[in-house]
């Protein structure tokens, strides 16, 4: 019986374990580094432990430092979570050493999946389809596209997909730096790369007496940056070849069963549009994605979890699915720029929902889930992954999870840091994807930039229109504001005049429009010039009506930006600060993080879009590119050093001025 649990892990995932560790009667340890000393998770645990540091090679990588966490806290189990530690087969081992229950598979299992190169090997020789590997020095035009593959890891991270074979062993360097950088093992392989494939995964448990369950199959086909973005249960094109599903299952069963697995795992695919599918991988460890499958099956996959290790029976048949289930994962992140991460204050982070509830709704109607890692208020760091939440909706057809799911997003109020709300939004209302056409190039065939009404995935929920009446809600409410503030004379109108006078003016940016307001305090009230009848405005509240048609606007300041519902709108400075203005050519950091290399010095001529510098932050490396043809004029960073944002990294005076 497990009494206590140490979570070695951060986040969302630390608090969704100690709910359901809360659930069956145990108590709750958590690890914290000092950047994550006031995350929601450490003051939800029964009992806390500090890492000092705030990189994951000086705190959550450090399975000494968490295992000694765990006996002083008087933890009896260990749970990793995913990422970290939780596929360290050397963790594992010294986890059970220290006479602890390691809530994961056998040390074995873990090793046997921890090379993917080994790992292919070994389904191979189960009857489990694989791809073919390719030696990097054998492979010939007639391969391309390759996928280059870190042999260890996940996560996106260490892959490259190669087009050309000049640019092979550039790639491939490339890979082995950034793979050796996060999982200490720079081994690569290669291997085809199917452009347009599903990736379709199948969630396998098994206990210590021989049962091994496939607990339904998830897709998860539509990623940025090799990483899941939106995932599914069931599968559409599983439910469109519905005698694909038996075989997959089967499958996931043999790789299960060749390397003696116990617990909760994943058995990942690359599928095909006819059916047909390969061995990517398997994750020992549970996935991101796991909620989708409680939502349809009812089970709590970290329960069960809990009893595995306690050496209980799972039944001897899994329960169906029922419904559809649809996860997103919420990132602070600008998807229109390169999916650059952001970080900050989140002011305000307010999502309907359960929170953490595991299982799933039987009552037939559709139901919301939120797992975050933050709260209203919570520093968004550099240091970790820029996953803010995940979103579930669960509905009797996919078309009604969908809908719920974009509904409640779109009303949600994410105050303070860029998202890719918007284009979460849009993806579950385009038409492709509800047609279940979701392979991992979705967002790459349907992006269309900024273009309102054409079905673009990177335009705004918001058109110029409603930017426009944003704007002008933003300028009255922050008027009327004003006025409450006022030490004098607070109920007189701000700017009224007895004889008519030139208008106020405010001014706002959203992304690269500015906006000016003016309107006059007249007898009758405000006027908006060419704007829409005022009705209301308060500071937190602005009414118009525009064409007939109330529309009200919740309106929320803070310093240096406002949000009027999706809309995140900047004041614009009437008289701009020289000291902060910028020399003509300045490339400034875009987020906090550590220069890797720097591939130019000054005097160097470099073309638009030639990479400058390379920044890491949040588990993502970041190229800083020229904006145009001309020469380095100056060069204000070293590789290794940390920089804030902002901090200009390069000048580059473009070819016509130099």
């Given at each position: 019986m497990i009494t206590s649990v140490l979570v070695a892990n951060r986040g969302e995932i630390a608090r969704r374990v100690f709910r359901t560790a809360r659930d069956v009667g145990a108590s709750t340890v958590?690890?914290?580094s000092t950047a994550d000393a006031s995350a929601p998770y450490v003051a939800e645990a029964d009992a806390a432990v500090h890492l000092p540091g705030t990189a994951p090679g000086d705190t959550y990588l450090r399975g000494e430092l968490v295992i000694e966490a765990a006996l002083k806290a008087g933890a009896d189990a260990i749970h990793p979570g995913y990422g970290f530690l939780s596929e360290n087969a050397e963790f594992a081992a010294a986890v059970i050493e220290a006479g602890?229950?390691?809530?994961g598979p056998p040390v074995e299992a873990i090793s046997s999946m921890g090379s993917k190169i080994e790992a292919k090997k070994l389904m191979d020789a189960?009857?489990?389809p694989v791809l073919r590997q390719l030696a990097a020095g054998d492979v010939t035009d007639a391969d391309l596209p390759v996928l280059v593959k870190a042999s260890a890891g996940g996560g996106g991270r260490g892959m490259r997909v190669v087009e050309r074979l000049a640019d092979l062993r550039a790639e491939i360097a490339s890979a082995e730096a950034e793979a050796l950088s996060a999982f200490g093992d720079g081994t690569v392989f290669c291997e085809p790369y199917l452009a347009t494939g599903r990736h379709i995964e199948v969630q396998v448990l098994a206990d210590q007496h021989g049962t091994v369950w496939a607990v339904g199959e998830r897709e998860c086909s539509i990623q940025r940056r090799h990483q899941k973005v939106v995932e599914e249960a069931p599968s559409p094109l599983v439910e469109r070849l519905p005698w694909m599903r038996e075989q997959l299952f089967e499958a996931a069963r043999k790789a299960a069963q060749a390397i003696g697995y116990v617990g909760a795992g994943t058995v990942e695919f690359l599928a095909d549009e006819k059916g047909g599918f390969y061995f990517l991988e398997m994750n020992t460890r549970l996935q991101v994605e796991h909620p989708v499958t409680e939502s349809t099956t009812g089970v709590d996959l970290v329960a069960l979890q809990f009893a595995i290790a306690a050496g209980e029976a799972l039944p001897t048949e899994p329960p169906a699915a029922v419904g559809h289930s649809i996860e997103v994962r919420l990132y602070a992140e600008d998807p229109g720029n390169d999916w650059q991460p952001?970080?900050?204050?989140?002011?305000?982070?307010e999502l309907p929902g359960s929170s953490f509830a595991p299982g799933g709704p039987r009552q037939g109607t559709p139901w919301i889930r939120v797992d975050s890692g933050v709260v209203s208020g919570s520093e968004v760091s550099p240091y970790y992954d820029a996953m803010l939440a995940k979103v579930i909706a669960w509905g009797a057809t996919r078309t009604q999870a969908a809908a719920r799911l974009a509904a409640e997003l779109e009303r949600a109020k994410i105050h303070g840091i860029?998202?890719?709300?918007?284009?979460?939004?849009?993806?579950?209302?385009?038409?492709?994807?509800?047609?279940?056409?979701?392979?991992?190039?979705?967002?790459?065939?349907?992006w269309d930039a900024r273009r309102v009404g054409e079905g673009g995935l990177g335009a705004p929920l918001a058109d110029a229109v409603g930017e426009r009446l944003a704007a002008v809600a933003a300028a009255l409410a922050d008027a009327a504001s004003r006025r409450e503030r006022a030490a004098v004379q607070r109920?007189?109108?701000s700017g009224w005049r007895n004889l008519p006078s030139q208008p106020q003016r405010k001014s706002y940016r959203v992304g690269e429009a500015q906006y000016d307001v003016d309107y006059r305090v007249t007898r009758d009230g405000v006027v908006v010039e060419g704007g829409p009848v005022v009705v209301v405005a308060a500071p937190e509240r602005v009414v118009f009506e525009v064409g007939g048609v109330r529309r009200t606007f919740d309106v929320a300041a803070y310093p240096g930006l406002v949000c009027v519902g999706a809309v995140a709108l900047v004041p614009v400075e009437r008289f701009a600060d020289p000291a902060q203005q910028?020399?003509?050519?300045?490339?400034v950091a875009p987020m906090p993080g550590s220069v890797v290399r720097v591939g130019v010095a000054v005097g160097d001529k470099v073309t638009r879009g030639q990479g400058l510098v390379w920044l890491e932050?949040?588990?993502?490396e970041h190229t800083i590119s020229a904006p145009a043809d001309g020469v380095v004029t100056e060069l204000a960073v070293a590789a290794g050093q940390q920089v804030e944002v902002g901090v200009v990294l390069a000048v580059v005076q473009v070819e016509e001025d130099a």
């Open positions: 958590a690890v914290h602890l229950t390691w809530i189960a009857g489990v952001q970080t900050g204050t989140l002011h305000r982070f860029q998202t890719n709300r918007d284009l979460l939004v849009r993806t579950l209302r385009h038409p492709a994807f509800l047609a279940g056409d979701t392979d991992t190039t979705f967002f790459e065939r349907h109920r007189v109108p910028l020399a003509e050519g300045a490339l932050a949040m588990k993502m």
